[in-house]
């Protein structure tokens, strides 16, 4: 079975821009949950999906959307881009959101903001 | 507010046994995970304690106390590939994973 795959691996931006990140969920989960890490930080929750409905937001301002498809892949959506945003972005998914015990990441998008 | 930590970083010798303490406070508990994560890699799950107690996983053991809001990982006969950060984090009553800074372990011959 094919892992949580995150596209693209790495992205530079510019401050002001805009960037799309996507997330493939492993066949058959249909929640995905998406995360921002930096050293400072650690992992913070961005959002949660499940059957193309949000059920969660962390603490993140409105330039952090995201959305969920009808095949359970996910994209996030960040506007006018800082150069705080500058992260690693992870994805999870599991087959529901009840079932937390088995989330799988993947291996994420290095996002840098110049 | 939502708080876990943890120390930044450890180091411990090939063979020996370390552990990695975890103190939490949530809005709500609903188990505490712990992940391992290789740098460049994505965390993979290790152990989930939602009872007090130790759970033990052939190298690796997990032990919970809820009424302290602690936790420790235990990693016994540490081995080369056993450097990486090592995350705790807690399920809160929201459903959420609020996860602590991570411990940087390094592992020397």
């Known amino acids: 079975k094919a892992g949580v795959t995150q596209t693209p691996r790495y992205l530079i931006k510019t401050r002001g821009q805009q960037v799309t990140l996507s997330c493939s969920p492993i066949s058959g989960h249909r929640s995905v949950s998406w995360y921002q890490q930096t050293p400072g930080q650690g992992l913070q929750f961005l959002f949660e999906y499940f059957s193309e409905t949000q059920r969660n937001k962390g603490n993140f301002p409105g330039r952090f959307s995201g959305r969920q498809f009808s095949n359970s892949r996910s994209e996030m959506n960040v506007s006018t881009l800082e150069l705080g945003d500058s992260a690693l972005y992870l994805c999870a998914s599991s087959p529901n959101p009840a079932e937390w015990v088995l989330l799988h990441f993947g291996n994420g998008t290095r996002l840098t903001v110049t | 507010g939502q708080n876990i930590d943890q120390p930044t970083e450890m180091t411990a010798t090939e063979g020996a046994i370390v552990q990695i303490n975890c103190t939490y406070q949530?809005?709500?508990?609903?188990?505490l995970f712990w992940y391992q994560q290789h740098a460049g890699e994505a965390p993979t799950f290790l152990s989930y304690?939602?009872?007090?107690g130790l759970e033990e996983k052939g190298r690796f053991s997990s032990f919970l106390s809820r009424s302290k809001g602690y936790s420790y990982l235990l990693l016994k006969e540490l081995q080369m590939k056993d450097s990486a950060s090592y995350l705790c984090?807690?399920?809160?009553?929201?459903?959420?994973?609020?996860f602590g800074p991570g411990t940087r372990l390094s592992v020397l011959p």
């Open positions: 949530t809005s709500g508990f609903n188990g």
């Open positions: 984090a807690v399920k809160d009553y929201g459903q959420n994973f609020v």
């Open positions: 304690n939602v009872l007090d």
